[in-house]
């Protein structure tokens, strides 16, 4: 937009100096009629989103974001995904993990118009320095240690966005959440099309599923994590939980953690089991191949199964895909 009035303020100078012509008149006309093009090209949009109090705020864009930093890898994804990699100015990855290397194998190109990669956690100066025009992240992305309040950016003129599935946001989340977060990412970069062609084949598979699974007995499920601290217990208000019932299982377990006699007293028909990279998992299989978990009606039918925790958590583009590990889990035959 800048660039096309300065390029009008230099063709009007020249204009005037060289005198008007038949030619000079059609000139300006046409860039006149590019100006006002540009101006109705992205009708404002008008987002609800969260403050960092949890509090649900209306956030308003005036055109498509082109500075734009992401925290968590699965908003930069869903950017990736969406060909937005040249509106992000910056982005903390670490390019000698496995999610830089799957990243790279999905989304090359893409992930070459990024401005900035850092190896480290980006800091509040960085940010600053960066100049975004528009901020996605968790709850958490706006914490004192991390880049400060939503509210201090926004006096400041800059957008924020708070995915509502993290951080118990919402204290139950669903997949409507994240159908949600992709529209609301739809119409901030003006890419609808592919955007609702998403929602449309998660609503789809969901659908089918649950018109295939009537009549069926509900599967008693865990979904866990497992540590060196402990056993981390997800339940029915992460957005995990949400596609287990709507896929014909319950979870009965509400505490956050869990130790190895919960597991043995609950017997869960299956148990999915949560990792971050390749090493979380073996370590994650091999503790259930304890001789103690033997007894587990999960483990004698080989019914536990390791999900990937983008798959389960704030997952946005990657929604679908935890949807068809859950069913997988659960329906095997389907």
């Known amino acids: 937009m800048k660039i096309i009035l300065v390029l009008l303020a230099v063709i009007l100078c020249i204009s005037a100096f060289l005198g008007e012509s038949k030619g000079d008149d059609m000139t300006i006309e046409a860039l006149s009629a590019a100006v006002a093009e540009e101006s109705v090209s992205y009708e404002q949009v008008e987002i609800e989103t969260f403050d960092s109090s949890k509090n649900p705020v209306r956030t308003y864009f005036d055109r498509v974001p082109t500075r734009v930093l992401v925290y968590e890898v699965n908003t930069l994804e869903t950017l990736l995904a969406f060909g937005q990699g040249d509106k992000i100015i910056g982005a903390s990855l670490n390019s000698s993990g496995e999610t830089y290397a799957r990243l790279t194998e999905e989304y090359p190109e893409e992930l070459k118009k990024i401005k900035h990669i ?7 100066e960085e940010t600053i320095a960066y100049q975004p025009d528009f901020i996605l992240g968790w709850k958490s992305t706006f914490s004192p240690r991390r880049y400060g309040s939503t509210e201090w950016w926004q006096e400041r003129g800059v957008n924020t966005y708070i995915v509502a599935t993290s951080n118990h946001v919402v204290p139950h989340g669903s997949i409507e959440d994240e159908c949600r977060f992709l529209d609301d990412m739809g119409r901030i970069f003006d890419v609808r099309e592919k955007t609702e062609a998403l929602i449309a084949a998660i609503h789809a598979e969901t659908e089918l599923v649950e018109k295939s699974i009537i009549g069926e007995k509900k599967q008693k499920v865990m979904v866990v994590e497992v540590s060196k601290s402990g056993i981390m217990n997800y339940d029915e208000g992460w957005i995990v939980g949400d596609m287990v019932r709507r896929l014909g299982g319950y979870m009965p377990v509400k505490s956050r953690s869990v ?25 994650s299989e091999a503790f259930f191949r ?13 019914r536990v199964y390791m999900l990937p925790f983008r798959y389960m958590y704030t997952p946005a583009v990657n929604t679908l895909d935890g949807i068809r590990a859950i069913k997988r889990g659960l329906y095997p035959e389907l």
Do not use: K, M, W, Y
């Open 259 to 283: 130790g190895a006699e919960d597991l043995l007293a609950q017997d869960p028909d299956v148990i999915f089991v949560v990792f971050f990279n390749s090493r979380h998992r073996e370590e």
């Open 118 to 124: 850092s190896q480290q956690e980006i800091t509040r």
């Open 290 to 302: 304890d001789v103690r978990f033997n007894s587990l009606q999960a483990v004698r039918n080989e």
